[in-house]
Each structure stands twice: as C-alpha cells, then as structure tokens.
C-alpha cells in the first residue's frame, strides 16, 4: 500500500501563493492532484508522469499552477500562483498504479492522502 501526506497548505490573500506538498511511500507513480471545496464534487487539478515528463492540468488553473516532482525525495508539489477565492478547497495528493495515460478522473487513481486545507480570502 501507499501512504501520500500532504502539507503546505494555509490562508492566504487572493493574487498571494502557495505550494504544497505530498510525501509519498513506496515506488514511483503517476501522481495527481485533486480538490473539493464544501458541497462540491471532487475536481482535477494537475498530473504529472512518473519521472515528471508529461504534465496536464484543468483549464481553470493552467499558467497559474505548477505540478512537479522530485523522485530522490519521493515528493510532488503544487506551486500555486495567482489564487482567486475560487480556488478555495481542501487539496488532495492522488498516486494511479497503471502509467501512461494522463487521466483527470478521480476513479482511476489508487491511493488518496488525507488532504490539505488551502482557503484564499478576497
């Protein structure tokens, strides 16, 4: 099994940044990250391939948002610039076994951490 901790989330003012983290256990995955505010289903944020070569991203956070990795430390980021009160939400790290299709849909990951709180106030 995998374990995915998520951190790096916080208040902040709305054009402000920030950049979470998740921790992963285990080899290496398709990671994705994934939000869902109160009331709301879950949405797609960004993925990033195993070894960080392809990268996508929903339309609402594209030339905003950064998804990357470091695999020595076993860890993906999303570095979010220019957030809007929208983008309030808890964030989730996903991990997906099956590589090589870049995948929006929440059902086709595996594992989930437990989330991160990110709120962005006008």
């Known amino acids: 099994q995998v374990q995915l901790v998520e951190s790096g989330g916080g208040l902040v003012q709305a054009g402000g940044s920030l950049r979470l983290s998740c921790a992963a256990s285990?080899?290496?995955?398709?990671m994705g990250w994934f939000r869902q505010a109160p009331g709301k289903e879950r949405e797609f944020v960004a993925g990033i391939s195993d070894f960080g070569t392809s990268t996508w991203y929903a339309d609402s956070v594209k030339g905003r948002f950064t998804i990357s990795r470091d695999n020595a430390k076993n860890t993906v980021y999303l570095q979010m610039n220019s957030l809007k009160p929208e983008d309030t939400s808890v964030y989730y790290c996903?991990?997906?076994?099956?590589?090589?299709?870049?995948?929006?849909?929440?059902?086709?990951?595996?594992?989930w951490g437990q989330g991160t709180q990110v709120t962005v106030s006008s």
């Open positions: 996903a991990a997906r076994k099956s590589m090589g299709v870049q995948s929006r849909d929440s059902n086709m990951y595996d594992y």
């Open positions: 285990g080899r290496t995955y398709t």
